[in-house]
């Protein structure tokens, strides 16, 4: 009898780095393929969207993305991950967080001695290897 498999969950620490040096998000890298293209299409997209259909796309992949931080308020206390601490974060440091986000999962992963078509390392990905950049 097999034993039950599922699906493993993979994530990566990145650190956001420059002037937020230090801050760093848990990214959830085994996303479903199809909402994570819903929620960058519509980012993609944005142009003459309004601003409340961006804002709600923008918190829904992050919804799916962010599994951990330790981003903290001006008072030093920790800032709670999801939606309400979303909303309550730096305009700066959401989107870059956004960004950092859609980087770590979007680099395409090769195994260790595998070269990849343009050269690059296991933990490199061109982006000519990524529809739309």
Same mark, same amino acid.
């Given at each position: 009898m097999l034993d039950?498999?599922?699906m493993p969950i993979r994530t990566a620490e990145v650190d956001l780095g420059?002037? *937020? @040096?230090? *801050?760093?998000?848990? /990214?959830?890298? !085994? =996303?479903?393929?199809?909402k994570l293209i819903d929620s960058l299409t519509v980012l993609e997209n944005s142009?003459?969207?309004? !601003?409340? @259909? =961006?804002?709600?796309?923008?918190?829904?992949l992050l919804d799916l993305l962010i599994v951990d931080w330790?981003? =903290?308020?001006?008072?030093?206390?920790?800032? =709670? /991950?999801?939606r309400d601490g979303f909303a309550s974060c730096d305009y700066e440091l959401l989107m870059l967080t956004v960004r950092k986000a859609q980087e770590a999962v979007t680099t395409i992963p090769f195994q260790e001695g595998e070269i990849s078509p343009n050269g690059s390392t296991p933990t490199e990905c061109s982006?000519?290897?990524i529809p739309g950049t």
């Amino acid at each position: 009898m097999l034993d039950k498999r599922t699906m493993p969950i993979r994530t990566a620490e990145v650190d956001l780095g420059g002037q *937020w @040096e230090g *801050w760093t998000i848990t /990214v959830r890298k !085994s =996303v479903p393929f199809g909402k994570l293209i819903d929620s960058l299409t519509v980012l993609e997209n944005s142009d003459g969207q309004k !601003s409340g @259909e =961006v804002i709600q796309a923008i918190f829904d992949l992050l919804d799916l993305l962010i599994v951990d931080w330790n981003y =903290v308020d001006t008072e030093g206390n920790p800032i =709670v /991950v999801g939606r309400d601490g979303f909303a309550s974060c730096d305009y700066e440091l959401l989107m870059l967080t956004v960004r950092k986000a859609q980087e770590a999962v979007t680099t395409i992963p090769f195994q260790e001695g595998e070269i990849s078509p343009n050269g690059s390392t296991p933990t490199e990905c061109s982006d000519d290897l990524i529809p739309g950049t």
